[in-house]
């Protein structure tokens, strides 16, 4: 089982950047999908951008062109360098694992270990 950790949030100003990390213990990932997702009050957990063990990404529309995703292997870690953040994007950021995608690797059915969340806000 991998244990993942999320840290790198904060308040932030519309148009400023963060990056989120998130480290996994217990296990390594470095052959696993990653996956951000996330979560504002009132609404579905939603998919932000996905990694896979080869670097291939994708992206969700609302964020394609100003979140990246990354990985180190060495350091069991998967980032997501938010730039020009927006309102929208307030929400718990999570990152979830998986050694196969079970689906489209969209849903967070798709990943079975999550860790748990880091709050970004973004202020107008």
């Known amino acids: 089982q991998v244990q993942l950790v999320e840290s790198g949030g904060g308040l932030v100003q519309a148009g400023g950047s963060l990056r989120l990390s998130c480290a996994a213990s217990?296990?390594?990932?470095?052959?696993?999908?990653v996956a951000w997702f996330r979560q504002a009050p009132g609404k579905e957990r939603e998919f932000v951008a996905r990694?896979?063990?080869?670097?291939?990404?994708y992206y969700a529309e609302s964020v394609k062109g100003r979140f990246t995703i990354s990985r180190e292997n060495a350091k069991n870690t998967v980032y997501l360098q938010m730039n020009s953040l927006k309102s929208d994007d307030t929400a718990v950021y999570y990152c979830?694992?998986?050694?196969?995608?079970?689906?489209?690797?969209?849903?967070?059915?798709?990943?079975?270990?999550w860790g748990q969340g880091t709050q970004v806000t973004v202020s107008s």
């Open positions: 217990g296990r390594t990932f470095s052959r696993y999908f």
């Open positions: 979830a694992t998986a050694p196969v995608l079970r689906g489209l690797g969209v849903s967070p059915t798709d990943f079975g270990s």
């Open positions: 990694i896979s063990w080869t670097s291939i990404t």
